[in-house]
């Protein structure tokens, strides 16, 4: 895949249409990450601008000098909202007694945090590449919607709607969520889903995906998956394949699996197009990821050497695993 240049972006006019507003939540180890993200983004609609809005509780100043910086690149605007759980207070009884971390809150309460700002927020996690163009999104009416989700993989889909006793049998990915907010809020959606993370008797698995998908059952608006496509890398490592598998006409490409495109070691070729988008992205000088970094990802490269015939090297890093793991 072709990736422009800086000059290439900035060379076409703009499309005269309301800034499109999109939100993530990262913390300081995931903004190298969200760059890649919002590099993909603007390259593929160069057209469009945009507001990226990102929620933290904290944030070093280098990051927030690199997020302005996005500003004098691009046809964008950032906005880094800073979150003060004091600020939160009628949402304090459901943290005070939670085991959960506060990543979960955060993504909760985007809509709160940009009520003043904008009518309509696009939610994405910052493992997604953008592969084509967001026309349609842009332009699309949710104004009946409290939010427009995608369904996850069929067999999670399945397995989730049975475990957690879902009437309708629909179940979606938390990576990408478009918010209408003033619905959202109308509905008190973010309570409610606090409230059911923390009551309900079901394993909740995936946290504040289930609740979502608790409270938003049979309310929230299913879009075409090519929204939210997951590609999950340990599929392709597994069986020696490194090169990207087509996704026809996916729009978010979003590695939601163990293995992320920054992780240079797997020598994916999902790795080589993140470099690309962070090569235009004022986290251009940061380096992937070149050697597994966790016990998770020591053992899966220990299995990839040895499905790979090279016993060696499998056995190095699976003595580094079993070390990490002794040290912890």
């Known amino acids: 895949m072709n990736v422009p240049t800086q000059e290439e972006i900035k060379a076409h006019p703009g499309n005269g249409k309301p800034s499109f507003h999109i939100a993530f939540c990262v913390d300081n180890n995931y903004f190298r990450a969200m760059g890649g993200t919002i590099a993909s983004i603007v390259a593929n609609n160069p057209d469009q601008h945009f507001t990226f809005h990102v929620l933290a509780f904290e944030v070093s100043e280098d990051h927030q000098r690199r997020l302005k910086q996005l500003e004098a690149m691009y046809r964008v605007k950032t906005e880094l909202h800073l979150l003060d759980l004091n600020d939160f207070t009628q949402f304090s009884h459901f943290l005070g007694h939670s085991h959960y971390s506060l990543s979960i809150f955060t993504r909760l309460v985007i809509p709160t945090v940009l009520a003043e700002v904008t009518d309509r927020v696009l939610y994405l996690d910052a493992d997604i590449l953008c592969f084509n163009r967001l026309d349609a999104l842009v332009d699309m009416d949710i104004s009946q919607d409290i939010a427009v989700v995608v369904p996850d993989a069929p067999v999670t889909l399945q397995r989730r709607v049975a475990a957690l006793e879902l009437a309708h049998k629909e179940y979606f990915n938390g990576g990408v969520i478009f918010i209408n907010i003033p619905k959202w809020l109308a509905e008190d959606i973010t309570p409610k889903t606090l409230d059911a993370l923390l009551n309900s008797k079901t394993d909740m698995r995936f946290n504040d995906q289930d609740a979502l998908n608790i409270v938003l059952n049979g309310r929230a608006r299913y879009v075409s998956p090519k929204w939210n ?29 163990a293995v992320k495109p920054w992780a240079a070691w797997s020598r994916h070729e999902a790795c080589t197009l993140f470099r690309r988008y962070l090569d235009i992205s004022p986290w251009a000088d940061m380096a992937l990821d070149q050697e597994p970094r966790n016990t998770k990802e020591l053992r899966m490269h220990s299995r990839f050497m040895y499905r790979q015939g090279r016993p060696l090297e499998s056995l190095k890093w699976y003595l580094r695993y079993l070390g990490k793991r002794a040290a912890k």
């Not at 394949?241 to 087509?246: D, G, H, Q, S, Y």
């Open 229 to 257: 496509y997951l590609y999950d890398l340990i599929h392709d490592l597994n069986v020696n394949k490194f090169a990207l598998k087509p996704v026809g006409k996916a729009i978010f490409v979003h590695f939601a699996g």
